[in-house]
């Protein structure tokens, strides 16, 4: 008899949903972790000052709000102590001639805000609205189920079904770009700008094909529900997670690093350890991997043909992550306008010509001159996360390059990101400045990640790629992680795979971990 019915490697949020579906069907479930810490990219700490807790990577929890899982054990959820709040003020855009676009829960005063930019933008976004409220019922199941499946089927021919027109404008936003949607609904540069900001958190520069469904979703979902936040920190998530698994008999060991899955007659059979142990596993073995580092290295090449090898070989990672984490002894005072403390997300050089020359740089290996910079303040709605009266604040460079080729700007000589974080750092501060003049001399903690140094926490963010692996289409849907292999199978018999290589992708959704789930349990 084998020791657990299923190992899972990594305790990704979609390692530990899926370990917590299968211990609740009676499966003897065992996660192992390499790391100290479960979580993954779902994290929370201390990481500049004690009393003060930051989400590593992710914060916006509104996906898993949203979700099957979140929905099918909120009573859980809430036993456990997880509460999401959220501001009624979303997110803005900040520009350098000293204004800002705000988008707020509320549609009619975010329609004013728009009409402020340029006349005809507030209808425009109005209408972009709509549609989105017209066919998020339809669509947005299609991020919890399978692809390719029957159910996938269904829920397409619900949409045409619904009206061949918004079904048509659907099917029509998978091959166009941020851009080319922005364009359709929106006048000023910096209304479009905004839009394709959320597309760039997934790897989508203004031009890539398919960057309009990923603008679409998150933009539009955040207006009418906000973004989302666990109190107290987004780890709160995976340690309710955790104490489910240990309560339906599960278990969870950190510090356990795997270094090979045991495959005998072409079936995962079990585990081997770097402590020397083997672990064997009578069902599955699910790997909360990705392909580099599965494919080739926990499975050996011996058990994969060519063909196989060569595509696990060739998945791509997209640009890396530069992360600037703050303590501060008070809130920020942005110029643009007088509520932007209370915005959960600000985006600054979130205009066109800026994105899009960020998004050239970083692909070239360059580092850029005006990034994108992702600004996330969660203490205005989350006080539990500072002492009384102090903030904190997390600065997210979405794209940076994983290899540092030069320094577009002439100004950084380093060609190591071990050289380069610091002046890197303090170019971002500046930028943030221009915005929220004497920063500095509010900050009381920092704590700095570059590529190099996120990878070394989660190997699965290759070359500080967050989202382990580029989200474009050709790795994207029923592609993901690539063609004939996007149901969480691999051609070795009970070695599952899931995580943010696999669909539906990067982000706090569950909805891997949960579709591999219910696959290893038959229904």
């Not at 709000?65 to 036993?79: C, H, I, P, Q, T």
């Not at 007088?338 to 010509?353: K, V, W």
């Amino acid at each position: 008899m084998s020791d657990y019915d299923v190992i899972v490697i990594g305790s990704g949020h979609n390692g530990l949903v899926c370990a917590l579906y299968l211990a609740r069907a009676g499966w003897r479930a065992l996660v192992l972790e390499r790391s100290t810490e479960i979580g993954g990219g779902l994290q929370s700490g201390s990481y500049t000052l004690p009393g003060f807790v930051h989400d590593r990577y992710a914060t916006n929890l509104g996906q898993l709000a949203g979700s099957r899982v979140y929905a099918e054990l909120k009573a859980e959820f809430d036993r456990h102590g997880v509460q999401f709040v959220r501001s009624e003020s979303s997110y803005a855009n900040l520009y350098d001639d000293g204004t800002a676009l705000r988008v707020y829960t509320d549609q009619e005063k975010t329609r004013r805000e728009f009409e402020t930019k340029s006349r005809g933008d507030g209808e425009g976004w109005h209408r972009l609205s709509n549609f989105f409220r017209r066919t998020a019922p339809h669509f947005l199941p299609l991020f919890s189920t399978e692809m390719p499946s029957a159910s996938m089927l269904g829920h397409l021919s619900r949409a045409v079904a619904s009206g061949p027109r918004d079904a048509f404008a659907l099917a029509n936003l998978a091959r166009q770009s941020s851009r080319m949607l922005a364009e359709t609904y929106l006048r000023s540069p910096e209304a479009r700008g905004l839009l394709e900001s959320w597309g760039y958190h997934l790897d989508f520069g203004p031009n890539v094909p398919g960057g309009a469904v990923f603008a679409f979703v998150t933009a539009l979902s955040a207006h009418f529900h906000g973004l989302p936040i666990a109190r107290g920190g987004a780890g709160r998530v995976t340690a309710a997670l955790r104490a489910m698994i240990e309560e339906a008999g599960g278990t969870l060991i950190t510090g356990a690093q795997v270094d090979r899955i045991m495959v005998r007659d072409g079936r995962a059979v079990a585990v081997h350890t770097a402590a020397g142990d083997e672990i064997g596993a009578g069902r599955a073995v699910v790997a909360n991997v990705t392909p580099r580092n599965l494919f080739g290295s926990l499975v050996g090449s011996e058990h994969l043909s060519r063909h196989f090898a060569r595509r696990a070989a060739k998945y791509r990672y997209g640009p890396g992550t530069f992360i600037i984490h703050l303590a501060l002894d008070r809130l920020p005072q942005w110029t643009a306008a007088d509520d932007l403390a209370g915005f959960t997300c600000l985006h600054i050089n979130g205009n066109e010509a800026d994105i899009e020359e960020t998004y050239r740089q970083s692909l070239r290996g360059y580092i850029p001159t005006r990034p994108l910079l992702v600004v996330s303040q969660t203490t205005p709605i989350d006080p539990s996360r500072a002492p009384t009266g102090k903030h904190v604040m997390r600065v997210h460079i979405r794209t940076v390059p994983g290899r540092i080729a030069g320094d577009a700007a002439g100004e950084i000589n380093a060609r190591t990101w071990s050289d380069a974080k610091g002046p890197f750092c303090e170019r971002v501060l500046d930028l943030v400045e221009r915005h929220a003049p004497g920063l500095r001399s509010a900050i009381i903690g920092m704590a700095v990640e570059s590529p190099e140094d996120v990878e070394r926490e989660n190997p699965n963010f290759i070359d500080g790629d967050g989202v382990s692996g580029s989200c474009h289409i050709d790795q994207n849907f029923f592609s993901r992680p690539f063609f004939g292999w996007s149901r969480y199978r691999t051609p070795i018999e009970q070695l599952y795979m899931v995580g943010a290589s696999t669909w539906p992708g990067g982000g706090v959704n569950a909805g891997s971990g949960y579709l591999a789930a219910r696959a290893l349990r038959g229904q």
